[in-house]
């Protein structure tokens, strides 16, 4: 077993005793890396990590992010490494900043390794959609499984055992439904809890900047190490940030849980519905209250729609900035008209123009009161729905996909409640987690922990609760059978 | 049938900041394009806004100057269109909740009677980069890109092409006297858009509304009002179609010219800006910004007049923010201002004229305090002309005036009573004639008499005593 298994304060330990070095380490990633098939990585900064690692001689005993290698979700501005959101518009646009969440981890001294594939501009669920083509589960080496997006490339790089982390972003579950089909934690903390400034813009008021790990006090580490207000991002918050690490351990018994019904009925997997209700079984013999809450059908059937609308109408305009002038692919026109359009008709997959056209048409002033105005009410409700179950419950518990990542081809419709519910914890902010319940035929089944905005810690300890549970920390695509 | 000009101006003004509306890159003068500029003013993916706090000071104390209700919420929007100059591919702006709105300015009419003009709104946004077109490319300059701007939005109050120049003025008067802009039409910092319709007087319907741009002087703006009400009452008279069109003012031609025709109107698409949540503006901090605000044109104007000045001079003095400045360093606690006035109005203009070049009271090189110790010279007794060869040896020495007064052995003039009887009694003997003429009604001939004598007593006596004397004299003599 390697260094690169462990989880983060075992590499620490590590170090500290002198074990392995940044170095070694670093270089054993990037083989893996090399070896990997997946095709999750849009950048390979070898020569960029190697020389940051030899310098790193003298462990930092108090620094568990010291000397640990990452990879990094390519809609994050590295300054000096190209970032190109896997859009074809903005390839070879080598940023002149670091993503807030970059540079505090370049401060604790993480090795970057490089820059994982997305969905194009984060606008997707599927790991097809980049310019790099599709990104592959690892836990289907003949490649017919899907990994989810849009924070493809970081599920697949963390569940293949390449980093122990990788940075991501969740705009309506582009790292929890990932992490679902990859047997990863999947955190995004409460909006404003982590700085976006330098997240390539999706929806921002959807948008969250989030990690994967194979375990919770991973997350929990990471969540210490990058939350806090930032003065480049308005929107962040100054809430005091908490000892999560320590916080996580704390008894969850206390806490009273609630469970969507309507969401767990839209369930068809007999395997998910049964592990989930084991689970739930379990909390309750544990002496944890879980009680089923419902919600109107109609009202949770509405979620899809109410994200499509507000997510496109926001991408449309934030990216209304690629037009090829100023960075990305240049072609020459006789009008400034011509330079932009050609810039983004090549630039842009037909998937994501037509994004762009949904939101573009919700934002006109003839349908701004039925399409985004209407969506932005709906979203309300359904803020204040989940609101109020927060007003008697501390978290709300289900499932996180309705069954095992799908194939690549699908023989069902997936546009089922549960396919759907994550968008939920973007529409409020609310911290929203992804955990590994079980493996079904050796993928990935996953659960989902949302809790009230800025109460990550319990989020954190319910999930540290259910992981000794399924017994399922530090799962990857290399010992899932050890853990079958 | 009469016809009634309906004119509602949009202004915008460049604030002074030290950073840009949204970004920190500095917001200064700069002749090397694109050196100041933030990744944010490029609109490179990942960066947001924050919005610059004294941008918001500025609007909040013009906003109270122009009576207008001010904005307890302060929200941004976002307009959305595709530009060579907008980077961002949406400016910036507040469209829905404006930081002010419902305020009014007052002016003089025609007939020099006071007029409230209606203000819709006053907002805060951001400017877009600058654009160089040349015969086959066109250079960007993101120096201006996300400069604060502040868009004041007139309702079609005015009627004419004075009352237009009037109402800028009063809008100038405002933001440079709260230092919120240099307000220079020239330089771009103060910007009109005028909208023209004509109609038949007293109706209450608007004809097709012509947009004028391009206008980057007062003059201007005048000129292009007039000529626009002409044509547009030209095309009605002669049955012709009004077109809504924007127009370019052609300054060597003195007449508008159409640029495009105003087809439908774009749609921007607008919706809340996602990254600025709204801000709260506490009561207390509206009051701050208000309280310190400096003093404003009209109430220095009123404090000048009761400091003794005349209307005429007060304008000429608060005609130049720089001025004003100089006159109140120089004034304060001087016991005659109306001295220190006359003095800059008369002596330190024909000084600046003479020196050319567009030279300005902030490059004049007395400093205030030596203007203002030659003023008390003038009060203490000294000659006027005595003062001025003071200044004068002033700027050329660089010295200060005590040192003049030692140099050039000037005495005070007095009020010796020989003396000025001597100097009285050699005039009227060296000039007959003029006596004669002033015994036979021709008052002049006294003006003649006291240069005389001012003349023959080298400026060691004071004139008016001198006049005094004089006059007495020669009715005794009567």
Request: include cysteine.
């Amino acid at each position: 077993m390697s260094f690169l298994d462990r989880s983060i304060r075992e590499i620490h330990e590590a170090y500290l005793r002198g074990e392995t070095t940044p170095y070694e380490l670093t270089l054993e990633a990037i083989a893996r890396a090399k070896a990997n098939q997946d095709n999750a990585l849009e950048t390979l900064d070898e020569n960029g990590a190697l020389t940051f690692a030899k310098t790193l001689m003298d462990p930092e005993p108090e620094n568990l992010l010291w000397g640990i290698p990452y990879f990094a979700k390519d809609n994050l501005s590295t300054k000096g490494i190209e970032t190109t959101a896997s859009s074809n518009i903005l390839a070879g646009y080598i940023p002149v900043f670091d993503a807030t969440v970059i540079a505090k981890l370049k401060k604790r001294k993480a090795v970057l390794l490089g820059k994982t594939t997305l969905d194009e501009l984060g606008m997707g669920g599927t790991g097809t959609t980049g310019r790099k083509g599709m990104t592959y589960n690892p836990y289907a080496p003949n490649h017919d499984r899907l990994i989810g997006g849009s924070s493809s490339g970081s599920a697949a790089v963390t569940a293949a055992s390449i980093v122990p982390f990788a940075l991501g972003s969740d705009t309506g579950d582009s790292i929890r439904k990932p992490a679902s089909y990859a047997g990863l934690v999947g955190f995004k903390p409460t909006w404003g809890r982590i700085s976006r400034y330098g997240l390539f813009p999706f929806a921002p008021s959807l948008d969250h900047v989030g990690f994967f790990t194979r375990n919770v006090d991973d997350a929990a580490i990471l969540l210490q190490a990058l939350a806090g207000r930032d003065e480049k991002d308005a929107t962040s918050s100054d809430q005091e940030v908490k000892d999560y690490p320590v916080l996580q351990k704390l008894s969850p018994l206390g806490y009273k849980v609630a469970v969507i019904a309507e969401i767990v009925d839209s369930l068809t997997d007999p395997v998910m519905k049964e592990k989930f209700a084991a689970s739930v079984a379990e909390m309750k013999q544990a002496g944890i209250q879980v009680d089923e809450v419902h919600l109107p059908h109609e009202l949770l059937s509405s979620v899809y729609a109410t994200y499509l609308v507000i997510s496109s109408a926001e991408a449309t305009s934030n990216n209304a900035n690629l037009d090829g002038i100023k960075f990305g692919p240049y072609y020459e026109g006789k009008s400034y008209q011509e330079v932009m359009c050609k810039a983004r008709t090549k630039g842009f997959s037909e998937l994501t123009k037509r994004r762009f056209v949904i939101g573009s048409f919700a934002l006109m002033a003839e349908n701004q009161e039925k399409l985004f105005l209407r969506a932005q009410k709906n979203r309300a409700r359904i803020v204040a729905a989940i609101e109020s179950i927060f007003s008697q419950y501390d978290l709300i518990y289900g499932p996180a996909a309705p069954s095992v990542a799908p194939m690549v081809h699908p023989k069902t419709e997936m546009n089922t409640i549960a396919e759907n519910h994550l968008a939920i914890g973007n529409f409020g902010g609310f911290p929203s987690l992804s955990l590994p319940l079980a493996l079904e035929e050796g993928l990935p089944l996953g659960v989902n922990l949302t809790g009230r905005i800025f109460e990550e810690e319990k989020v954190l300890a319910l999930a540290s609760w259910l992981e000794s549970y399924t017994g399922l920390a530090g799962l990857s695509a290399l010992n899932a059978k050890e853990k079958q | 049938m009469n016809i009634e000009a309906v004119i509602g101006i949009e202004i915008h003004v460049e604030l002074k900041t030290k950073s840009k509306m949204f970004s920190a890159a500095p917001n200064a003068f700069s002749k090397t394009p694109n050196t100041n500029v933030a990744p944010l003013d490029m609109a490179f993916p990942g960066t947001m806004p924050v919005v610059n706090r004294q941008a918001v000071v500025h609007g909040i104390r013009v906003a109270y100057a122009l009576h207008m209700e001010i904005a307890r919420t302060l929200n941004f929007d976002r307009k959305n269109y595709f530009y060579a100059d907008l980077p961002k591919g949406f400016q910036i702006t507040q469209r829905f909740h404006p930081l002010g709105k419902e305020g009014y300015v007052t002016i003089f009419d025609l007939q020099n009677q006071p007029k409230k003009i209606a203000i819709e709104r006053l907002h805060l946004e951001e400017d877009t980069c600058k654009q160089l077109h040349f015969r086959d490319y066109s250079l960007l300059d993101y120096n201006r890109a996300g400069v604060p701007l502040l868009e004041i939005v007139s309702y079609p109050d005015i009627h004419n092409g004075v009352e237009a120049v009037r109402y800028i003025e009063a809008i100038r008067n405002i933001v440079v006297y709260s230092r919120a802009s240099d307000g220079k039409m020239e330089e771009g910092s103060l910007r009109c858009d005028v909208n023209v319709s004509i109609r038949p007087q007293g109706a209450s319907f608007f004809g097709p509304k012509v947009e004028l741009k391009n206008l980057n002087s007062l003059k201007n703006i005048q000129t292009a009002i007039d000529y626009e009400i002409a044509r547009q009452s030209q095309c009605l008279a002669s049955g012709m179609a009004i077109v809504q069109d924007t127009r370019r003012y052609d300054e060597a031609k003195g007449k508008t010219v159409s640029m495009r025709l105003k087809t439908e109107a774009i749609d921007y698409k607008y919706f809340p800006e996602p990254n600025i949540l709204p801000i709260v503006l506490s009561e207390a901090m509206i009051e701050e910004a208000i309280a310190t605000c400096p003093e404003l044109y009209e109430a220095k104007k009123e404090r000048y007049e009761r400091m003794g000045l005349t209307p005429s001079q007060a304008s000429v003095l608060l005609s130049d923010p720089a001025m004003a400045s100089y006159f109140e360093a120089a004034s304060e606690g001087s016991e005659n201002p109306k001295t220190v006035a006359n003095l800059l109005i008369v002596e330190v203009n024909a000084y600046l004229n003479k020196t050319g070049n567009g030279a300005n009271i902030s490059r004049f090189p007395l400093p205030p305090v030596s203007l203002k110790r030659i003023a008390a010279y003038r009060e203490d007794g000294y000659t006027h002309q005595q003062c001025v060869e003071i200044l004068e040896y002033c700027l050329r020495e660089k010295a200060r005036p005590e040192d003049a007064l030692v140099a050039l052995g000037i005495t005070k003039a007095d009020n010796d009573e020989e003396a000025i009887a001597a100097v009285v009694e050699t005039v009227l003997a060296a000039n007959p004639q003029s006596v004669s003429d002033f015994q036979a009604g021709k008052d002049r001939a006294l003006s003649f008499l006291v240069g005389q004598a001012v003349k023959a007593a080298k400026g060691t006596l004071n004139p008016s005593v001198l006049a005094k004397a004089l006059r007495e004299r020669l009715n005794q003599e009567k």
